[in-house]
């Protein structure tokens, strides 16, 4: 195995990834120095992901990259902040060698530049070698994102009121099913669709126009991360509120519509699966009209999905999904908890 | 071995180190907000420690909690800016149960009280099990530090002039030795010797104080973290300078003056060894006099301890240590590189 040594990895490979912000100090300094805009917050989130806990060992590395940035992104998504940029530690194990981390670099350098933010900073560790017991360990990447919102106009997860529709935007399931479809534990389905179930698992969009748009409008947002119930339910649990959600108005790609028509059991991953990185928001219901409206702006559907009710004792704040005959559908998985 | 949830986790242990920042929505938001004085610039910077590699798997949870976080706040204090709060991202072994992880929230708690700052958020995963070949790894910590500086005044790495002084504060080597000895290779130690030297690896002193009183007097600052030279070099390289020492200058403690008596090849420790966050920072020579006030004002040594020079090709922006024969001394060991 070759690999640079640390100075020469943040030289070669990441350095070039700061290039377009001069507080980055060509990340040869200890900090990053970066400008808040007078009327705004800042915005900061970070987020951990493992091989072989968050992606799968032999995931592309220039996705995996991608993937773990776009999990921060999708973060600030939610809240309707805009990206002023990341950290980056990362953490290699035995396997991320030079051919692995050049890879992963390309990656990281071509979705900064997409979404046009600079790598700030960043620190590089790695695990001891496995052969001592007890010693090796994962390849980790922990990213911090940091963004900005108009001071007072963040979407937080505690606004949402009896009443408000709950809507989600693009289709749910997908990812869940991209992973099953990795895992070999998707029977029957054509190329097109096992390539647009993968490519939902391993390359998210966060919705970062969408999210902005919702300011001053959505009244709580989240990303679905954890699973749409789960998640939904952090908003529940947030706002003091339970929600009602209708089992025909969720959004279901044609691929995962096929799976399910061949196995209704499926439906549990589109209630309970994670990693689709979609928003789920609650809009005061006389903002009905402006739904349509966000979906033709942003050019992806977004879906009324189910109403805010009032949370009472024997219900506490849940999710519940009513199915086509009208009764509450059960939810098995109620979402990742990554412990 | 007994361990909490995620959620559970999040909420009885590290909640609570959020209570003073309504910006941090009690842990239960995806994100942060964060205020930045409209005059200021935002610091951040982000440093994952291993065990195993940065601290001993048997150092005391609480104080594993205390130097993860001083030495992001180190950082920023290099920097001359005032902390903000901090994002906690943890991967627990299977070795961090929840009486491990109760003493580490206590740890850190205690610290963030000490320096006045919030926990702002964080992400808390875990290792598959280490029964799989392949799975497993330590306990690791990645700790994003926020902080402001007025805008234009943080002092960077690049700004140091041939015929300033090097200055550092406090004493240097003490963190290595401590190292040494909990190893069990100093020998002939006393107790309060050892003591004060192992204090000074698990528990270094982050000089916020000392940082913000160099801010319009530094022309370049670093934290000593991977050794006095190896420190030194990142402001020469990032200058353009090369940097004269003088052993017989350098602040040395009682306790690691007395190992140097009997084993001078400790030397190396002083000159090479890391871990001290101490302050290393160049000070144009007009400004000599304010060395003293600096000490008086922080209680604490502050040592010229050498001259910027101009570089010549044959000296690649480095550091000479001149003995006290005037011969330059043999710098063995450059620096700690974590990977």
Redo the contacts between chains.
């Keep these: 195995m070759t ?5 020469e ?1 943040i030289a070669s490979l990441f350095a070039p990834l700061s290039r377009m912000a001069s ?1 980055a ?1 060509g990340l ?9 805009a ?1 009327d705004c ?8 992901v ?1 091989a ?3 992606f799968r060992v032999d995931d592309p590395p220039d996705l995996v990259a991608r993937k773990a940035l776009r999990v921060n992104l999708s ?2 998504a ?2 309707g ?1 805009r990206p002023l940029g990341v ?3 990362i ?2 194990s035995e396997a991320t060698d030079d051919s692995y981390l050049e890879r992963y670099a390309l990656g990281l350098g071509e979705d900064l530049r997409h979404f046009g933010i600079p790598l ?9 070698p ?1 052969t001592v017991p ?5 390849f ?1 990447i ?1 990213i ?1 994102a ?2 900005e ?1 108009p001071r007072g106009q ?1 979407i ?3 606004g949402a009121r009896p009443g408000d529709l709950v809507c989600v935007s693009g289709t749910i399931g997908d990812a869940a099913l991209g992973l099953l479809a990795l895992e070999g534990r998707l029977p029957a389905c054509t190329h097109a669709h096992y390539d647009m179930l993968v490519r939902r698992y391993r390359l998210p969009e966060p919705r970062l126009a969408l999210g902005q748009s919702l300011r001053g409008l959505a009244t709580a947002c ?2 679905i991360s954890d699973g749409l119930c789960a998640d939904i339910g ?1 908003i529940c ?2 706002s003091g509120v339970r929600a009602e959600l209708k089992w025909h108005a969720l959004p279901v790609s044609a691929a995962a519509q096929r799976r399910l028509a061949d196995d209704p059991s499926l439906r549990q991953f589109i209630l309970g699966g994670g990693d689709d990185y979609e928003l789920a928001f609650t809009l005061p219901s006389s903002h009905r009209a402006r739904v349509q409206e966000l979906a033709m702006r942003h050019d992806m559907p977004v879906a009324v999905i189910g109403r805010v009710r009032e949370s009472s004792d024997s219900e506490k704040n849940g999710v519940t999904v009513l199915g086509d005959d009208g009764e509450p559908m059960p939810v098995e998985k109620s979402g990742f ?3």
């Design positions: 690999r640079r040594g640390e100075f990895l507080g100090l040869t300094d200890d900090v990053a120095l970066i400008d808040v007078p917050e800042l915005v900061a989130t970070i987020d951990t493992i072989g806990v968050h973060d600030l939610a809240k902040a950290l980056q530690a953490t290699l700030l900073g960043g620190d590089t560790t790695a695990h001891r496995a007890g010693r090796g360990g994962p980790t922990t911090a940091l963004g919102v963040a937080l997860r505690r989240v990303d952090h649990e947030a908890t990554h412990v």
